[in-house]
């Protein structure tokens, strides 16, 4: 409870290294609650949201938020509970892309690991999680930088290629537009476009 309480009031409290690090220590607890899992995941995604304006440009344990928030995904069956903890990844990128926060390839490797097998799945609820797959790779590339983006070419282009092939657009409708900012931000940081 008071996690919750503290989620709902980051936009009055003064976000510091340390309360963000409380919380996530509080979620690499051992056998925790999925529940309980969800609250602290929607505490730092709202911690996030407001830490930027501390400007600070490291997070404590950022593969930690990865690891827990994918631990997360693997483990519910609940599509919705999968795309908080997908959010939670998508808020701690975008912090590190608005600061320029530089990520380490530990981190890097931890938020590409699982992206593959979840957009392979086919127990995705048509599509729900892919336009956050998407964006999380758009953060990712950009987080990263042009070298270690060029390592992403593997993974990003036959996605790319499978959404805006025309023969697929009616399945893909709804990813077209996160597919392009994608697109333009692997092109914007690729010297060549392989």
Known sequence: KPLLLVGCAGAYLTITNELLEA???VLSTPHMDMAVKLIVME???SLLSHFEDQATGCIPHAHVIVDCSYQLVTSSKDVQSKSKALSCVSSLLTYMVAVKSCMDDATANVVISILPTLWKDE????GMLRPQILEILSLLAQAVGP??????????FPILDSVLDPASQANN???????LRLWLTMLRLL????
């Not at 010297?191 to 392989?194: C, I």
Request: glycine share 4%.
């Open 23 to 25: 919380t996530v220590n």
């Open 43 to 45: 505490t730092i995604t």
């Open 123 to 126: 127990n995705d609820d048509p």
């Open 147 to 156: 070298n270690q983006a060029k390592l992403m070419q593997p993974l990003v």
């Open 173 to 179: 409708e709804s990813l077209i537009g996160e597919a």
């Open 191 to 194: 010297r060549a476009y392989d």
